[in-house]
């Protein structure tokens, strides 16, 4: 009788042993809800795609990761060296690392990822332009030449599209790489991929290699991650409340009430690399006097914007660069702040005297401009706000609202006076992008060409051996730009993200820009 | 009959040319280029003219059309710019999904419509009849796109029945069916009801009373089946467009299909999906009225009688 009764006793400590290592596994998933505007990202192919979502930066490490404050810090490179004249850079790789499929992480393959990078010769290949070849020096060493000094190389590296794929797998899967297998070093692998709707990952078990801002450097705490796309905010909200989802990678600032109200959900915020600001046509009379645009420009009350539109959530600009960057510390006297004694002033001696409407005249002829914005929600109410602000000024703004899939166009005709713009981007050659003279309606709106700032952009963009030399030139450049009033900065949101605060359990700091490898490595599901 | 089936297939050539100038041009005539959504910052002014020539969007659009014509005819939808991924890849993940949740929305509002269209008629002018011809009314006035939204309210926040969204379970399909079903089912019940009140005015209904049937199966087995010869054709018709009618639902439901591969690459302009993707509305649209025609033929015996 004891032996069916010890079977039994087994039998059902088996069970319940079963039962907990289940419920310990269900509670090791997660799901999150992909930013919008990471929604539709067709490929996991870091070196061909044109876009490419958070789950593509848990596939794949990177050489050197970027910590919250921009600076580079050590990652599948453990170190690393510029030549004094910019032209070698020397990585030493970490050891013990492999790819998902068990190839071994090392500088051949490092030499074969940038090689097979530079012959794509697609949108991405720029990153990888300057790296003239790469050298093994030995099996964890790795040499780039370059063509040219590239200080802003370690940006590079620390792309998502710079993610280091698997260069044999990647060779022998061709079209497939990516869509249907993919192999990075990351702490999580692709288990399946469904365009546009779910993407499923799993715990990397063998992943011990972190980015140095990650405490826990793995594996990860979270066994399966699914990211599902949901293109509407209010849907992807309502998954959230209904614990359908327990994370969304973006929310929109109409919804934080909204998230705020519910007792189990959390608003999680990090700094932002996003920038809002106005455009000025440098072309377009009365905004060809430098007068006209500084006056327009500190018409602006950042200080209004951020609590009457925003809530307060978020920073001023003053400046076109985000503050993380070093590059945004110009001299206070290039800061562009709220002035309306100077504005007045400066359109008073431009002859522009206020009527009695309002609205400043000269010759007869009303102050009158255009203002252009897109038809979402947020930039039409910002718009009408900063409307109201160059009224207070004697400015009259007409705001015409154009779809935001096809403004780009309609800047090209060149025809904007004022504009409402944001743009998302976290490195100094933002300046360039937006007011380089040979990039003029799109995206150059200012339609900014300006000998000086041709000058001092060339040797920002392609003048300097180091990073330091670079900062300070792009500084340079981003001062006098400021100075010449093509642009009004507004306002620096936050990254929005909201959770389920009963399932997750975030890490107590992110020191990352965004909400990525590290955090995910530190993330924990609480039941 | 056949020559009539000839007739009306040949027919379609000159309306699928039509189409398809009228989906190119329009698509290249509104502002924006996928290069915008492919420049990266940092990059050099040069790229962009470079990848014009890449893509073939240098050359005059005729010659483009040409070209595009002549792959399409030849089965080859192209690769998409943006996306980087064979159309016809994206298109064949898309349309099974597209059509379950179309097929499903078809069926419900055909079920759903006869049979509220056929109380109404058998109860004209009393409160059944009001009841549902007011809630049809209320159905066909609201917008998609709303009505998916209130769905989710009701039935996946206040009750938890249902999922908000996404395709992971046949449970997620059933909002989405409603929301699009629903529409249809305002449509075919009017039809219906409308078609089954004017047959029974008919001699022949006068002569199946005097030859004593019951009201019943008089209405049932005999004035409803000439009654459905106009909701045949109006069904048809609407396969074409409840694919395009599911476009915002798939949206709202987070849902893949043809609608969101739509919406996704109409916004970064990349020409060879949203082309092929508009073709297969269009020749959804065609088909189901070649379909509603032939049917129409075959169930009516004085359109057969005409073609004979």
Known sequence: MTFPFRKTLLSASVSLAALMVAQAAAAQEAVFVMATNEVGAPTYNPIKATMLNTATGLIFDRLVSQAADLSYRPWLAESWEEAPDGMSWTFRLKQGVTYHNGEPFNAAAVKAWIELFKAAQGENAYMAEAIASVEVVDDHTVRFVMSRPEPNLLYNLSSTFMGVVEPKSYVALGDNYGVTEVYGTGAFRLDSFTIGQETILLRNEDYVWGPAEAANHGPAKVARLTFREIPEDSTAFLELKTGGVDFLLSVPADLIGEVEKEPNLAILTLPGQELWYMPINVTKAPFDDIRLREAAAKAINQDEILAAVFGGAGAVADTFLISALPESHVAESARIAYDPARANALLDEAGWTMGPDGVRLKDGQPLKVSLWTQSDSIFRRLTEVVQAQLKAVGIEAEITTFDSSMIRDQYKTGEQQLAVRSYNWDNADIVDWFFGGDRLGYPNVSMFNDPKAEELRTAAMTGAKNSDERVANFTAYHEYVLTQFPMAPIYQPLQVMAYNADRLAMPPAIDAPAFGAAAFLDLEVKE | ?308
């Open chain 2, 1 to 308: 009959m056949i020559a009539y089936l000839v007739r009306r297939i040949l027919m379609l050539v000159p309306v699928f040319l039509a189409v398809s100038v009228v989906i190119f041009s329009i698509l290249h005539f509104i502002p924006g280029d996928p290069i915008d959504n492919l420049l990266k910052i940092g990059s050099s002014p040069e790229a962009r003219a470079e990848m014009e020539v890449r893509y073939g969007l240098d050359r005059p659009l005729p010659v483009q059309y040409g070209i595009w014509l002549s792959n399409v005819l030849r089965g080859d939808l192209g690769t998409a710019i943006v996306a980087r991924r064979p159309v016809a890849d994206l298109i064949a993940q898309a349309l099974p999904h597209s059509l379950a949740l179309g097929g499903l929305a078809l069926l419900f509002s055909t079920v759903a419509g006869v049979g509220l269209g056929v109380i109404a008629a058998l109860n004209r002018d009393r409160w059944p009849d009001r009841a549902i011809m007011g809630g049809v009314l209320l159905g066909s006035t609201m917008p998609s796109f709303w009505l998916g939204l209130i769905l989710m309210l009701v039935f996946s926040v206040w009750l938890g029945w249902l999922p908000v969204s996404g395709a992971r379970s046949w449970t997620a399909l059933v909002l989405p069916v409603l929301t699009i079903g629903l529409g249809g089912t305002a449509l075919v019940a009017r039809i219906t009801r409308v078609s089954m009140i004017e047959a029974s005015g008919r001699d022949f209904v006068t002569l199946l009373h005097a030859k004593g049937l019951s009201p019943l199966r008089i209405q049932l087995g005999h004035v409803l089946r000439h009654a459905l010869i106009p909701v045949v054709t109006i069904l048809a018709l609407r396969i074409g467009w409840i694919l395009g009618g599911a476009v915002t639902v798939e949206v709202v439901f987070a849902r893949p299909g043809l609608g969101t591969l739509l919406i996704k690459s109409l916004s970064q302009h990349d020409y060879p999906v949203v082309q092929a993707c508009l073709l297969m509305l269009a020749m959804a649209v065609m088909l189901g009225t070649l379909l509603g025609d032939i049917l129409q033929a075959v169930m009516d015996p004085r359109v057969r009688a005409a073609l004979a």
